[in-house]
């Protein structure tokens, strides 16, 4: 895979960097972990970010930092943040900058870009940050709202590129 990766600054409303860029991580950091999320009313986002707050200590051991983005407004990310308490770095997307540049699926062409509820799906993507550049080492791109790997998938893949 190992793509070049875009490095988009976004508004962060909770742990790390404001605004966050990868090149804002510490250089201690990896990997980053990139749960590109459908929208503010996705009750399976919501699942999952506060899943990866209860595995945070798992990501972090293997030197990984994960980062949920939401294409909506700082607001509306806010209230997130409000609600989870997230240890991790949220950002707010608000024109799918993210989304475009590592390729987030959207369904239902104009209508599917024009409603991220209706036709933006979930998306996950790392970051190898060890070499030069950062490179794209893995990604998934979901084909449904729940079509989201699995944490411990996720962990397993940061192990085999830690070995590599």
């Not at 090149?23 to 009750?43: G, I, N």
């Not at 308490?85 to 104009?110: K, T």
């Not at 993507?125 to 791109?141: E, K, M, S």
Request: glycine fraction near 6%; charged fraction near 25%.
């Amino acid at each position: 895979m190992a793509d070049e990766v875009a490095d988009v600054p976004l508004p962060n409303v909770a742990a790390g960097p404001d605004p966050f860029s990868l090149s804002a991580l510490p250089e201690s950091v990896d990997f980053a972990v990139l749960f590109l999320q459908r929208d503010h009313y996705c009750t399976k986002c919501r699942a999952q970010v506060q899943r990866l707050a209860d595995r945070i200590d798992d990501f972090r051991a293997r030197n990984a930092e994960v980062v949920a983005i939401v294409p909506e407004p700082t607001e509306r990310v806010g209230s997130w943040q409000s609600s989870y308490d997230l240890p991790y770095p949220l950002l707010a997307d608000p024109e799918a900058e993210a989304g475009e540049a590592y390729d987030q699926p959207v369904r239902f062409g104009l209508l599917g870009r024009v409603s991220d509820f209706v036709g933006r799906m979930p998306a996950v993507a790392i970051v190898d940050r060890r070499g030069d550049a950062p490179t794209l080492a893995y990604v998934h791109r979901g084909s449904t709202t729940g079509d989201r790997p699995p944490i411990d998938d996720l962990l397993a893949e940061l192990d085999d590129l830690r070995e590599a």
